[in-house]
């Protein structure tokens, strides 16, 4: 009953974990090609392996999660052996996230050229690297790769997203995204550059850039839903949305697929409970799917109401 049709696959299921969650490694990579997960993705990678940010980077808070990872990542080559080597059978999402237009371009350049066939995201919105502002905020950057990157690149392509707060932003934004072929829009990484704070100690709780991070988990599930929901208001029907942003149950996956999401990605609550939560949030959506009557998500995909 949650078969989801995505970039010409089947998957089981809808779900797959958010990049940068349970998928650094090819241990963590194996364990959610063999959980439950519908598909799985890489963590965003640059051209050579980084170390990223001094630790702690990551705290699990009581509603959600903060972190200034810094894209910590084995490189290119690590994550292109991993996905080109590996037999699968569940798709495969393959992250870059360069720290130029140029890594990025060069990054696509050898994937086009590989034998890699699943779907490719370029994360537009890492909120965590001194000095680097997230991409998607700048709408003339975006437009100019964008460009460079279909001139030549024609594996199936998402990008993504920072979350946006504005209806001129939605507007900008899917103006320009409606321009490129892309197969998908992901929606929203983390929240970038809050601040938590420990009233006790009277300090943060990260170590980089003075304690600021980007959130996620249920404190931040409003406005990943605002934001799926604007995006599928806006885009060509060619192009799917990922929803990612506090999903912690079949309620919240349910809700996210009403405004329009096609697959789910989840990360504060897989880092909280490991892989076996794919074979939970599952179950959970197929009963509230069994007592509201759907047979299948294309029944309820997007067709959230308003009040009259
Ligand atoms: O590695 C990170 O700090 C990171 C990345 Br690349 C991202 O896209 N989103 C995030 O919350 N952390």
């Given amino acids: 009953m949650l078969k989801t049709v995505f970039a010409n696959h089947e998957l089981e299921n809808p779900f797959m974990n958010a990049s940068g969650v349970h998928c650094m490694t090819t241990e963590e990579l194996n364990e959610l090609y063999h959980s439950s997960a519908g598909a799985f993705i890489t963590k965003s990678c640059t051209p050579l392996q980084r170390t990223g940010n001094p630790e702690p980077r990551y705290i699990d808070l009581p509603n959600g999660s903060i972190n200034s990872m810094g894209l910590p990542n084995k ?5 292109l052996d991993y996905v080109t080597h590996t037999p699968y059978r569940k798709l495969c999402f393959f992250s870059i996230s360069g720290m130029s237009a140029a890594e990025n371009l060069d990054m696509l350049r050898r994937l086009e050229t590989s034998s890699f066939d699943g779907v490719t995201e370029l994360n537009l919105s890492c909120p965590n690297v001194p000095g680097k502002p997230q991409l998607a905020y700048d709408f003339e ?3 100019r790769l964008l460009t460079q990157v279909f001139d030549f690149y024609r594996k199936p392509l998402g990008v993504k997203l ?11 934004m899917a103006d320009i995204l409606n321009q490129f072929p892309l197969t998908y829009v992901n929606t929203i990484n983390s929240v970038g550059n809050g601040l938590v ?4 100690l009277e300090q943060v709780v990260i170590k980089p850039k003075n304690g600021f991070g980007g959130l996620g988990g249920p404190l931040i599930k409003a406005t ?4 799926v929901r604007a995006f599928a208001t806006r885009l060509n029907s060619e192009i799917k949305i990922i929803g990612t942003g506090g999903i912690t149950n079949g309620q919240d996956a349910f809700e996210h ?4 999401a096609s697959v ?9 409970e490991g892989p076996t939560i794919f074979d939970r949030l599952a179950r959970e959506l197929s009963d509230i799917m069994k007592k509201k009557g759907y047979a299948a998500i294309d029944e309820f995909r997007g067709k959230l109401k308003d009040l009259s």
């Fill in 257 to 260: 697929l009403l405004c329009g």
């Fill in 162 to 172: 920072p979350p946006y707060f504005d209806f001129a932003h939605f507007d900008q």
């Fill in 197 to 200: 704070i420990d009233p006790d």
């Fill in 224 to 227: 990943a839903l605002a934001n």
């Fill in 264 to 272: 789910l990605q989840v990360g504060t609550q897989l880092h909280k």
């Fill in 141 to 143: 950057q975006t437009e």
């Fill in 75 to 79: 490189g290119f080559d690590y994550y």
